[in-house]
């Protein structure tokens, strides 16, 4: 397989435009880890196998315990993972196949118990990011070099 084209080359701007969003979402007040289970969650359920592969790094170097990385797609019914990551997964996958059901009201009140309105802000527009990343990334066939 060989990539179609990088965005970055044919259109900077949108590019840069994406980037500035990614910027703001690292710099939130979302812990780094839970972040990434978002983003390697979400792709994983895309089949965006370079997000994946880049992401699932990038949680490794942070500490995250390869048990738990191997564990993600199976979320629901892993010991592994605490009630706050739990929520985060739930609202991942009903955030991606948003056409489902979209954010039920079961899982956004138990958000509620744990996040403050303005991390679940960033908790949707980080869902929001990696989906459109995903996208980038599919559609143009985006390899790891």
């Known amino acids: 397989m060989k990539t179609r084209f990088q965005i970055s080359k044919i259109d900077p701007q949108a590019y840069k435009a994406m980037a500035a969003l990614e ?10 880890h839970l972040r990434e289970l978002i983003k390697i969650r979400s792709s994983q359920i895309n089949g965006c196998a370079y997000c994946i592969e880049l992401h ?7 500490g995250e315990a390869p048990r738990k990385l191997f564990a993600l ?3 629901t ?3 592994l993972f605490s009630q706050e990551e739990r ?19 079961e899982t956004y009140l138990e958000a509620l118990e744990l996040f403050s309105l303005n991390e679940i ?9 990696i989906n459109l990343w995903n996208r980038m990334a599919v559609s143009t066939k985006l390899q790891q070099t």
Not at 87 to 105: A, D, F, S, V
């Open 23 to 32: 910027k703001y979402l690292n710099s939130s007040t979302l812990k780094p």
């Open 87 to 105: 929520i985060i997964l739930r609202m991942t996958e009903e955030i991606t196949l948003i056409c489902e059901n979209g954010l039920t009201e």
């Open 121 to 129: 802000t960033q908790i949707i527009m980080q869902i929001g990011t």
């Open 56 to 62: 699932t790094t990038t949680a490794l170097e942070l």
């Open 73 to 75: 797609p199976a979320w």
């Open 77 to 79: 019914e892993s010991p």
